[in-house]
Structure formats: structure tokens, C-alpha cells
């Protein structure tokens, strides 16, 4: 089943370029079911690439899913143009009182900020009560996974000596839990980060579960006991190429930007490199699990019932 999307976002003509599923607004209305209504609060600055990779993997499972994408009203970025925004995005002020299936907050690119000094953390901490309250099943990504464990739980981030820039692998920790349902014991996921969550500050929680962790990146799936919250601290959805755009932007900046470890075949020689993309089906699994197990089989069929 498809994805409801507009038409004229950019998103749009990808994703049918790549024979996914996508359905117009028009062609949806005619639809005689419920849809599943998921917002997308997009903090990444590079907001085109994110909300595309996003759609493209809610749109691998048999629901028909309507796509809200969010953004804050006390920061706007820069790096995407404000047509775009005014367009496709809805403040926050405007859905903060609906009800939705599904959320998903990205990473930001401020972690090695304090939580409180983030110029939209306030607005941030409401959308965090806001999952609480309206929503019945969250996933929050990388930097946002960190700063809902921080508002949720006080759980702190740890700086690293340096950047976490690669593709780690991953061992689950629990066998039956339906989110990693069709997983390997080892798999793997992509990260970017300076920061970190320990993974004994987790398990000092007892209502987190640790799912999975990496020997380099740490504890890197987490899930609340109530099966509301679930915390990603790398990037399953990233593209093939999201790692290699950020490593040649930090290299014409001139910073002495190391290559991404475990994604290139042969390292990444004259400007280029063959890159070994072995995370698509974890990231496949992982959303099209929490879509069916924790939205679809849970949320009500009417979403502003008592």
C-alpha cells in the first residue's frame, strides 16, 4: 500500500523513479479506509534528503499512511528553501492538537551543545509531552533519540574523543522483540555523531529495555517498556550515499575529516570509492515492524476516542 503525499514534493518524483508506491491527496480521498496518520518532526537541516529517505521506508509496508510533516516555529534553518517549508511543513502550533498513529524526530546537528542551550529546546520539550499525550507510538533518531532520553529519563550524552563516522555492526540483545523481528543476531547501521549514551546508564532505567548495541557506537536501539518510545541512536536511513556527501563536504571545508569506517569496499581513492551499503534491510525491517506491531495493531481506530 502507498503513502499519501502531495504531488509537487520533491520527494514525490523520487520515490515513484524508484517504482515505490505513492498516492496523490486526490486519489486518497476516494479511498474507502483509515489511513495511518504519521507526522515527521524534521530537524535535520538537510530536510529534502531526510523526509525522502523517511518516506521511502514507511512506504515498504501494506498500509496506505498520511505523511505530516512538521517543523518548529522558534527555529527556522537555513539550508532549505523557505518555499519548501511554507509549502510542505506545518508548525508545530498547527498539529499540537491532533492525535497521530505515528511519530518520528530526527537528529539535529547540535549535539555537542547542552540540551538547554539549543535555541528551540523549549518548543522541543512541548513536542516531547506532545508524544506523551497524542501519540501512540514514537521513534526518535540519533541526536533526538539522545535528547528525549534526557528529557524522559535524565539520561546524559557523553562527548566522544572523536567523531563516530561510519557503518558499525550491531548485536541484538533480546531474541523475541517484535521490532527486530526477520533481523540477524548481527547487523548493521550507520552513524554520525560526536556524543553517545552509555550503555549502563540504559539498564539503570527499568523502564528501558536495550535492544541492541555496538562494541563502537554503544547502545544504539532502546525502547521504552510501555512499547510508546523507541530511541535509534544511529541512522538506519540513511541513503547509500549520505556518509560519502558528508565526508566530501567536510573535506572542502578543509577539515581533516577521517574516511567513514566500514563503507567504503577498497577505502575511497581520487575522489571516489565503491561504497558497501549492508544496512538497507535492517532499516527496511525495523520501520516496517514498528508500522505493523507498535502503530497499526495498537492505535485505535478512531484517534481522538476516550
Request: proline letters at 4%; hydrophobic letters at 35%; a neutral charge.
Amino acid at each position: 500500500m502507498p503513502i499519501v503525499i502531495p504531488k509537487e514534493i520533491p520527494a514525490y518524483k523520487t520515490l515513484v523513479e524508484e517504482k515505490i508506491f505513492v498516492m496523490t491527496e486526490e486519489r486518497a480521498a476516494k479511498q474507502d479506509i483509515r489511513p495511518i496518520e504519521i507526522a515527521i518532526v524534521n530537524l535535520m537541516p538537510t530536510k529534502i534528503v531526510t523526509e525522502t529517505q523517511l518516506m521511502r521506508l514507511l512506504s515498504n509496508s501494506p498500509l496506505q499512511i498520511n505523511i505530516t510533516l512538521v517543523s518548529t516555529q522558534t527555529y527556522t534553518g537555513k539550508h532549505t528553501p523557505i518555499e519548501h517549508l511554507n509549502r510542505f511543513y506545518k508548525p508545530f502550533g498547527e498539529v499540537k492538537n491532533r492525535r497521530f498513529d505515528g511519530l518520528i524526530v530526527t537528529g539535529a546537528p547540535v549535539e555537542t551543545m547542552e540540551f538547554e542551550e539549543v535555541k528551540y529546546w523549549p518548543e522541543l520539550e512541548e513536542i516531547f509531552e506532545f508524544a506523551r499525550k497524542n501519540v501512540t507510538s514514537t521513534i526518535f533518531i540519533c541526536w533526538g533519540a539522545q535528547a528525549a532520553l534526557y528529557y524522559y529519563y535524565g539520561i546524559e550524552k557523553r562527548m566522544l574523543d572523536k567523531k563516530l563516522f561510519g557503518v558499525f555492526k550491531h548485536k541484538r540483545l533480546v531474541q523475541y522483540e517484535r521490532l527486530l523481528k526477520g533481523m540477524d543476531d548481527e547487523f548493521y547501521m550507520p552513524h554520525s555523531r560526536h556524543t553517545t549514551i552509555d550503555e549502563e546508564d540504559v539498564r539503570g532505567v527499568r523502564e528501558l529495555q536495550l535492544l541492541a548495541a555496538s562494541k563502537e557506537a554503544g547502545a544504539s536501539i532502546i525502547k521504552s517498556r510501555n512499547d510508546r518510545f523507541f530511541f535509534i541512536t544511529g541512522h538506519a536511513e540513511y541513503d547509500r550515499e549520505t556518509l560519502q556527501a558528508e565526508y566530501e563536504r567536510d573535506l572542502a571545508k578543509g577539515l581533516n575529516a577521517e574516511e567513514p569506517e566500514n563503507y567504503y569496499v577498497d577505502g575511497y581513492k581520487n575522489g571516489r570509492g565503491k561504497i558497501n551499503m549492508c544496512w538497507a534491510s535492517t532499516a527496511n525491517l525495523i520501520y516496517v515492524n514498528w508500522l505493523n506491531y507498535y502503530v497499526y495493531q495498537i492505535t485505535p481506530f478512531n484517534l481522538y476516542e476516550k
